[in-house]
C-alpha cells in the first residue's frame, strides 16, 4: 500500500509544481504584453494575438501535467507488478 501513497504523493507534488510554473509563465506574459501595447498601443492587436497564443501553448503545459498525475493515480502501469511483489 505504501506505492500507492508515493503515487499520490507524486501526483500532487507533479500538479503544484506544474501550476507553480504555468503561473508564472502566464503572468510573465501577459506583463510582457502590457508593457508592449503601453509602448506603442498601434500594435496593440498583434501584441495581444501573439500572447492569447502563447498563453494557450503554457496552459497546454498544465493540462500535460493533470493528464500525467491522473495516468498516476487512476491507470498506473506498475500496479499490477508492485501487487505481485507484494501479496508473494
Do not use: D, H
Request: hydrophobic residues 55%.
Amino acid at each position: 500500500m505504501e506505492f500507492f501513497a508515493w503515487c499520490m504523493i507524486a501526483a500532487g507534488l507533479g500538479m503544484g509544481i506544474g501550476s507553480f510554473g504555468t503561473g508564472i509563465g502566464q503572468g510573465m506574459a501577459i506583463k510582457s504584453a502590457v508593457e508592449g501595447v503601453a509602448r506603442n498601443p498601434g500594435v496593440s492587436g498583434k501584441i495581444l494575438t501573439t500572447m492569447m497564443i502563447g498563453l494557450a501553448m503554457i496552459e497546454s503545459l498544465a493540462i500535460y501535467v493533470f493528464v500525467v498525475a491522473m495516468i498516476i493515480l487512476f491507470a498506473n502501469p506498475f500496479t499490477e507488478q508492485v501487487m505481485s511483489l507484494v501479496t508473494k
